[in-house]
């Protein structure tokens, strides 16, 4: 059992900064890789982050590659997707998720989810 409570969502101007953070209760939080999705509205749910549970080899999925850094602190069992030169098409409800062993970048390979912030982007 994992909880996942996000928080740093918010309203933000084009081209400016946010910084979401995913903490995960349990002691066990290296033992899990870590993901970020998000979901516009009316659109489906689509990958933005993962990265391993001790860190190495995160992933971006393209469309945010070179603006968004995934990065955990497993002593504070805690991960983070810091978000710059934000676009409007980066609107959406952010959700974490967590999954036992490897990364990846399906959702379906993740059985915990965070409750989901939001994250608006004015032009």
């Known amino acids: 059992q994992v909880q996942l409570v996000e928080s740093g969502g918010g309203l933000v101007q084009a081209g400016g900064s946010l910084r979401l953070s995913c903490a995960a209760s349990?002691?066990?939080?290296?033992?899990?890789?870590m993901g970020w999705f998000r979901q516009a509205s009316g659109k489906e749910r689509e990958f933005v982050a993962t990265i391993t549970g001790t860190g190495d080899y995160p992933y971006l999925a393209d469309s945010v590659k070179g603006r968004f850094t995934i990065a955990r602190d497993n002593g504070k069992s805690t991960v983070y997707l810091q978000m710059n030169s934000l676009k409007p098409e980066d609107t959406a409800v952010y959700y974490c998720?967590?999954?036992?062993?490897?990364?990846?970048?399906?959702?379906?390979?993740?059985?915990?989810w965070g409750q989901g912030t939001q994250v608006t982007v004015s032009s």
């Open positions: 998720a967590a999954k036992w062993g490897g990364r990846s970048s399906w959702s379906g390979a993740y059985g915990y």
């Open positions: 349990g002691r066990t939080f290296s033992s899990y890789a």
